[in-house]
């Protein structure tokens, strides 16, 4: 049962263009989110995190939105630039305040293009 | 800035024998992780650790395994009997305050069962 799904898993993008992640989630007591990003041969790096309480989280070229209504959220990177390349995991954690682990997509790979 | 270290990056072993991941989280966080990712799937989590006790842990975290603060520095996955299925990357995490923070993530552990 995957309660967290990144449906496409790769996505190609010119360079300077925007990027945008998706990532559905069907388990309604998840409350905070994180993107992560893995380079090949590291562990994933945290990248930006947003809670339900939120619909939008920016941080520099990275901005996260939330909709909760429809158990979506996506990750816009803008401009993207070559070392953007990488895989980015979407996770969700339960509620809030706990030792609850993280329940990962399957990750997109993403490809910026020069 | 700290880091998470795991020893060794990569361990091979032969099917039936016992396995010891190793993880330094960092120094002053509380909440100690195990994730694994088999090649090609998404991160599994297998266990949380606070306060000295398993918080949580998923079905993949039968008897074959468990986990041990031996000190106040390491942290260690152990694999009883090593099945093939087992091989994947294991990834230990660590954070201040539970996963709804981020958690930072260590380079991993290549197993391979053979």
């Known amino acids: 049962d995957q309660q967290v799904k990144q449906n496409s898993p790769s996505l190609s993008v010119q360079e300077g263009r925007i990027s945008i992640l998706n990532c559905d989630y069907t388990?309604?007591?998840?409350?905070?989110f994180l993107w992560y990003k893995k380079y090949p041969a590291e562990g994933p790096t945290f990248l930006i995190s947003i809670s339900s309480i939120k619909d939008k989280n920016e941080d520099g070229r990275f901005t996260v939105f939330l909709n909760k209504s429809a158990k979506h959220l996506s990750l816009h990177i803008v401009p993207s630039q070559p070392g953007d390349s990488a895989v980015y995991f979407c996770?969700?954690?339960?509620?809030?305040?706990?030792?609850?682990?993280?329940?990962f997509g399957k990750g997109t790979h993403l490809i910026i293009q020069p | 800035e700290p880091e998470v270290t795991q020893t060794p990056s990569h361990q091979v072993t032969q099917m039936g024998q016992e396995v010891i991941l190793r993880c330094v989280p960092i120094s002053n966080h509380l909440y100690f992780y195990w994730y694994r990712q088999i090649l090609g799937q998404k991160v599994e989590f297998l266990v949380s650790?606070?306060?000295?006790?398993?918080?949580?842990k998923s079905e993949i975290f039968d008897d074959q395994f468990s986990v041990e603060r031996p000190d106040g520095s390491n942290f260690t996955l152990k694999i009883r009997s090593t099945k093939l299925e087992d091989s994947a990357m294991y990834f230990c995490?660590?954070?201040?305050?539970?996963?709804?923070?981020?958690?930072?993530f260590g380079q991993g552990t290549r197993l391979t069962v053979v």
């Open positions: 996770a969700a954690s339960g509620i809030g305040g706990g030792a609850d682990g993280l329940t």
């Open positions: 995490a660590s954070s201040g305050q539970g996963a709804d923070t981020e958690a930072f």
């Open positions: 388990n309604s007591m998840f409350d905070y």
């Open positions: 650790f606070y306060n000295n006790e398993i918080s949580e």
